[in-house]
């Protein structure tokens, strides 16, 4: 059974920092871009950032560039958010995805976490 669990989330005070982990299981990633996407209260489900299999590409919404940095381990089948900065505005639920078919950096996603909590205080 494919499991994708996300970690790592809680909750900040504006400009601190947190690092999400999602750690997958149940088959082989090969060829698998990841991706984070986040999910505020009365909002709808928002892109953050991708990666690719090979790690050479990576790819940001324009709100975290220059703060988040995505990141993962072939090796350990996990892949990482560096969330520096936070701003109040970066609170919402984080999920990370698994996904193969699309083209850069639009991709249809297959498997999907449950989520992880990330609440910044002003």
């Known amino acids: 059974q494919v499991q994708l669990v996300e970690s790592g989330g809680g909750l900040v005070q504006a400009g601190g920092s947190l690092r999400l982990s999602c750690a997958a299981s149940g088959r082989t990633f090969s060829g698998y871009v990841m991706g984070w996407f986040r999910q505020a209260p009365g909002k709808e489900r928002e892109f953050v950032a991708v990666?690719?299999?090979?790690?050479?590409?990576?790819y940001y919404v324009d709100s975290v560039k220059g703060r988040f940095t995505i990141s993962r381990d072939n090796a350990e089948n996990t892949m990482y958010l560096q969330m520096n900065s936070l701003k109040p505005e970066d609170t919402a639920v984080y999920y990370c995805?698994?996904?193969?078919?699309?083209?850069?950096?639009?991709?249809?996603?297959?498997?999907w976490g449950q989520g992880t909590q990330v609440t910044v205080s002003s």
């Open positions: 995805a698994a996904g193969r078919l699309g083209l850069w950096p639009h991709y249809n996603y297959e498997y």
């Open positions: 990666i690719s299999w090979n790690l050479y590409r990576t």
